[in-house]
């Protein structure tokens, strides 16, 4: 499979220019699952051998939590591919983490895929099919031990090997994913130096998974209006990480940096924001509208997709598990910008 090469950097047009288009369309690969029947076991601490030969089909959404219509349009994309799972890049509940937002922008779009559920949106699921990562927005609200009471007490996470709900792992399929806290006021500390980084190389090396996805939402390389956020840069891939996924910036990029793939989607919902200055291995990027991931995994391979609101298919990025070799295609590159953004 052959890739359109993009130009450098500095070939690509200012903040103020004409949209670009690359259009090299293809449909998705994914098709419907019936969940009753197909849907993998329940997420467990490691892989069992029953597990590893189920494909695993999840979604990622990020800067999600509006509460609006923008948040309505992406929650009806994401159930429309019946994910087995999905996973967030922080930024769950906008403006402040508040309890009186949370369940009007999490449950009222989510709640499908929540266990506990108790809020008041319907049911819930059987099982938590639910589990995200914490944003600097949902550190706005905490209680008198600094915690985020209302992000803590609305999920129910895993917990059995970190002993916190900040930052956890659990395997689904054949993908192991690791959810970190890079907020600031993590008490167990965000630098590579950090409590939380030695957890996460442990765990990475225990780790018998095909793929090992690691998720949170303070991006170590972005193009973005935040830009890189350097106490995030871990070495993830020397620590046998598959790929980091992140938010923050209200946009979508793919970075590869050392050869090891970096994800930016954070058009879930928030305002969206425009590209500075692309970095060094900025591949693709995109902020013309909202959307979200849909990522395949079986034991051979593992295929990435960003797909907007309307359907289409931005960018579709693959691994295969035994030779580890990308093999992607840029379909389409769309990159517009937009004024309006906030943090």
């Given at each position: 499979?052959?890739?359109?090469?993009?130009?450098?950097?500095?070939?690509?047009?200012?903040?103020?220019?004409?949209?670009?288009?690359?259009?090299?369309?293809?449909?998705?690969?994914?098709?419907?699952?019936?969940?009753?029947?197909?849907?993998?076991?329940?997420?467990?601490?490691?892989?069992?051998?029953?597990?590893?030969?189920?494909?695993?089909?999840?979604?990622?959404?990020?800067?999600?939590?509006?509460?609006?219509?923008?948040?309505?349009?992406?929650?009806?994309?994401?159930?429309?591919?019946?994910?087995?799972?999905?996973?967030?890049?922080?930024?769950?509940?906008?403006?402040?983490?508040?309890?009186?937002?949370?369940?009007?922008?999490?449950?009222?779009?989510?709640?499908?895929?929540?266990?506990?559920?108790?809020?008041?949106?319907?049911?819930?699921a059987d099982t938590n099919r639910f589990f995200p990562?914490?944003?600097?927005?949902?550190?706005?609200?905490?209680?008198?031990?600094?915690?985020?009471?209302?992000?803590?007490?609305?999920?129910?996470?895993?917990?059995?090997?970190?002993?916190?709900?900040?930052?956890?792992?659990?395997?689904?399929?054949?993908?192991?994913?690791?959810?970190?806290?890079?907020?600031?006021?993590?008490?167990?500390?965000?630098?590579?130096?950090?409590?939380?980084?030695?957890?996460?190389?442990?765990?990475?090396?225990?780790?018998?998974?095909?793929?090992?996805?690691?998720?949170?939402?303070?991006?170590?390389?972005?193009?973005?209006?935040?830009?890189?956020?350097?106490?995030?840069?871990?070495?993830?891939?020397?620590?046998?990480?598959?790929?980091?996924?992140?938010?923050?910036?209200?946009?979508?990029?793919?970075?590869?940096?050392?050869?090891?793939?970096?994800?930016?989607?954070?058009?879930?919902?928030?305002?969206?924001?425009?590209?500075?200055?692309?970095?060094?291995?900025?591949?693709?990027?995109?902020?013309?509208?909202?959307?979200?991931?849909?990522?395949?995994?079986?034991?051979?391979?593992?295929?990435?997709?960003?797909?907007?609101?309307?359907?289409?298919?931005?960018?579709?990025?693959?691994?295969?598990?035994?030779?580890?070799?990308?093999?992607y295609l840029f379909v389409p590159l769309i990159r517009?910008?937009?004024?309006?953004?906030?943090?």
């Amino acid at each position: 499979m052959t890739a359109t090469v993009l130009p450098s950097p500095t070939e690509l047009p200012s903040a103020t220019s004409e949209p670009v288009i690359v259009d090299e369309r293809i449909t998705p690969t994914s098709t419907v699952m019936d969940t009753a029947t197909e849907r993998p076991p329940s997420p467990t601490s490691s892989p069992t051998v029953n597990q590893m030969a189920v494909p695993v089909r999840f979604a990622v959404i990020g800067d999600y939590g509006s509460g609006d219509q923008n948040e309505a349009d992406v929650a009806d994309l994401v159930k429309s591919w019946y994910p087995d799972l999905v996973i967030t890049t922080g930024d769950n509940n906008y403006p402040d983490g508040a309890v009186d937002t949370i369940d009007d922008n999490i449950g009222q779009f989510y709640h499908q895929f929540i266990y506990p559920y108790q809020g008041a949106y319907g049911e819930g699921a059987d099982t938590n099919r639910f589990f995200p990562s914490l944003g600097n927005h949902d550190w706005y609200t905490v209680d008198g031990d600094g915690m985020p009471f209302p992000y803590l007490d609305y999920f129910k996470l895993p917990q059995r090997e970190s002993g916190n709900e900040r930052y956890y792992d659990f395997v689904w399929g054949p993908v192991h994913f690791f959810a970190l806290d890079g907020d600031w006021h993590e008490p167990d500390g965000v630098g590579r130096s950090s409590v939380q980084a030695a957890w996460l190389q442990s765990r990475l090396a225990e780790s018998t998974a095909t793929w090992k996805i690691v998720y949170a939402h303070h991006p170590p390389y972005s193009s973005g209006l935040h830009g890189s956020i350097e106490w995030m840069r871990w070495p993830y891939a020397e620590w046998g990480a598959t790929a980091f996924l992140a938010g923050h910036d209200h946009l979508y990029e793919r970075l590869v940096v050392d050869g090891f793939p970096y994800f930016i989607n954070g058009l879930g919902g928030g305002n969206i924001y425009y590209f500075k200055i692309p970095l060094p291995g900025s591949e693709v990027r995109y902020n013309g509208d909202y959307g979200a991931m849909l990522v395949e995994a079986t034991e051979a391979d593992i295929t990435f997709q960003f797909i907007n609101r309307s359907g289409e298919v931005i960018d579709t990025y693959s691994l295969l598990g035994e030779t580890g070799q990308e093999n992607y295609l840029f379909v389409p590159l769309i990159r517009f910008e937009s004024t309006d953004a906030t943090t």
